[in-house]
């Protein structure tokens, strides 16, 4: 009995041995205190969900007298100036909020997300998330021209912020709790819990990662069973069922995917250049929401499917409800539409309005293909559904979750290789024109260049005055003259700037200087500043692989 003891118990130390330290990494990570705040976040997401999908819907009510998403019959019968009261009167409350909360805020969305998880955003504050979050439904809610995803993700996440800074969380673990805000809010608004983890994982995270994944599962899971047991287990869009024609489509589907580009690129060009036009007005920041609303409001005028979210409308691209020339029109006004009311500082996303401009573009391809090839072209209302996906996969730079989306938004996955294909080109093509996604465009004009990888990225955030050695007590501060010597650094300084610095002056160590005084503070020696520098790669790419 001894011999078998004696056995089992080698058997137990092997075991122990091999399990312990991914035991001891799992600890590290604090992944269990992760899994149990995922599901606080989960709840909070999908409470968060059905709230601004109400207070939309209620400020809606205010206006055209439905809650309802779809609301074109009922505002048919309001009288012409009602149209344009609508976003005029929503423009001037965003504007009265604007200048009493502060004339340089702004709406939160997806970027402001990307932005706190690479460094702290004061944007992301809980006050400036209500606030902000207020702003969209506002917007949204008299008829401006945006989506619901950004604001309800910018929301979660500053609620999910809110709830870790309680507890004591490593950087990697506060990184995967704002993605779980993110995974839960999409989860919540558009009935996705799929695509919801894998939006978290390719644009927040910007890596896959197991450790990530299971908290992310558990609150977009979480949140999707609590929009549904309030709005119903049923997709965004009721879509017949489809097969496709002919593989002789493939062509067709690939040329959709060129179109797009094409369309996504200008609907970004379009948001870039209103907003630089904006920055750039001489006008109080308190009339520009209003001059919006109103811009919105005339072009409502000869065509009412550009104002809200949008769903209607494209539900009726995907129906095969439009003919060929309302859908190009709604091309051009519906960017029009969302340039102005997002460039006028009213609040909203672009996820809806490229849903929106991917169906029509789509549908009317679908259109022209099916009177030329009658015979091996699909229904026009399958290409209203791939460009959809095409569209907005090009416009957010998330082809992955985009293409699982539109399966979950529609309940189809018949079309999955036509769909693939478009997204793929389409992307492909976005990315080689704009050189980035449209958030990362956002975040571009704050000075912020994440798609250059890790490496740029720390090396501009980390500054001297991080890393430097003060002064020891009772040293003799060395003389210095700025006049006289290059060999020197200011504490805010970049990395990037003091490699260089150590570069060029071939020293081992420089004189940091008050960033305001020019009085000396203390060292900054090569050996710190490159052993910094590499610390920060190896814990990103520890996080991105563990």
Same mark, same amino acid.
């Given at each position: 009995?001894?011999?078998r ?69 009922m ?88 709830l ?16 779980c ?26 890596h896959?990662?197991m ?15 609590i ?6 287990d ?10 496709l ?48 609303g109103?811009?919105?409001?005339l ?9 809200g ?74 290409y209203a ?34 769909l693939l294909?478009?997204?793929?080109i389409?992307t ?54 700025? @006049? ?9 300084? @970049?990395?990037? @700037?003091?490699?260089r610095a ?21 060292w ?23």
């Amino acid at each position: 009995m001894s011999r078998r003891h004696g056995r089992i118990h080698q058997i137990n130390m092997v075991i122990y041995r091999w399990v312990r330290p991914h035991i001891d990494i799992f600890l590290s990570l604090q992944q269990p205190k992760v899994w149990i705040l995922a599901i606080i976040a989960g709840i909070a997401g999908g409470i968060l969900g059905i709230l601004f999908r109400q207070l939309i819907g209620l400020f809606q009510y205010l206006w055209v007298g439905t809650n309802s998403e779809r609301f074109l019959l009922m505002l048919s019968t309001l009288p012409w100036w009602a149209v344009i009261a609508g976003p005029l009167f929503g423009g001037l409350l965003v504007g009265t909020i604007l200048h009493f909360w502060h004339p340089s805020a702004r709406a939160g969305g997806v970027a402001d997300v990307i932005e706190a998880r690479a460094h702290s955003s004061k944007n992301l504050e809980l006050k400036n998330a209500t606030i902000g979050t207020l702003i969209s439904a506002i917007t949204l809610g008299f008829g401006g021209s945006a989506g619901r995803e950004g604001p309800i993700v910018f929301y979660a996440a500053a609620v999910s912020r809110a709830l870790f800074r309680f507890f004591e969380l490593p950087p990697s673990a506060r990184r995967t709790m704002l993605a779980c805000g993110v995974a839960a809010a999409i989860s919540s608004s558009f009935n996705a819990p799929i695509a919801g983890v894998l939006f978290a994982h390719e644009v927040i995270l910007a890596h896959f990662a197991m450790s990530a994944f299971v908290p992310l599962v558990v609150a977009a899971v979480t949140a999707a069973v609590i929009s549904r047991m309030w709005f119903g287990d049923v997709p965004a869009f009721f879509v017949p069922d489809f097969t496709l024609t002919s593989f002789w489509e493939v062509p067709a589907f690939a040329l959709l995917g060129v179109v797009c580009a094409l369309v996504a690129i200008l609907f970004q060009s379009a948001i870039i250049g209103t907003d630089w036009m904006s920055r750039h007005m001489k006008l109080p920041i308190f009339m520009r929401p209003v001059l919006g609303g109103f811009l919105v409001g005339l072009i409502a005028l000869a065509f009412p499917q550009v104002l809200g979210v949008g769903y209607e409308a494209t539900d009726r691209a995907i129906t095969g409800e439009m003919d060929l020339w309302l859908m190009l029109a709604l091309i051009i006004a519906k960017t029009m539409a969302t340039a102005i009311t997002l460039g006028s500082r009213m609040g909203g996303g672009v996820f809806s309005p490229a849903l929106y401009l991917g169906a029509m573009t789509g549908g009317a391809f679908g259109i022209m293909a099916l009177s030329v090839f009658p015979d091996r072209v699909s229904d026009s209302a399958l290409y209203a559904i791939i460009g959809m996906g095409a569209v907005a996969a090009a416009v957010l730079g998330a082809p992955i979750s985009t293409t699982v989306m539109i399966f979950e938004l529609t309940g189809g996955f018949a079309f999955s290789i036509a769909l693939l294909i478009a997204v793929s080109i389409s992307t492909g093509l976005s990315q080689l024109a704009m050189g980035r996604s449209f958030f990362y465009w956002q975040l571009f004009t704050r000075g912020i260049m994440l798609e250059e990888g890790p490496h740029q990225y720390y090396a501009r955030q980390i500054r001297v005055r991080d890393i430097m050695a003060p002064f020891a007590k009772g040293e003799e501060l060395p003389h210095f003259d700025i @006049t006289s010597s290059k060999a020197w650094l200011r504490t805010n300084d @970049t990395l990037e @700037t003091a490699l260089r610095a150590f570069d060029s002056s071939g020293k081992s160590r420089l004189i940091v200087l008050d960033g305001h005084k020019h009085k000396p503070v203390g060292w900054l020696y090569h050996v710190d500043a490159l052993s910094n520098y590499n610390k920060a790669l190896v814990n990103q790419s520890r996080e991105e692989h563990i």
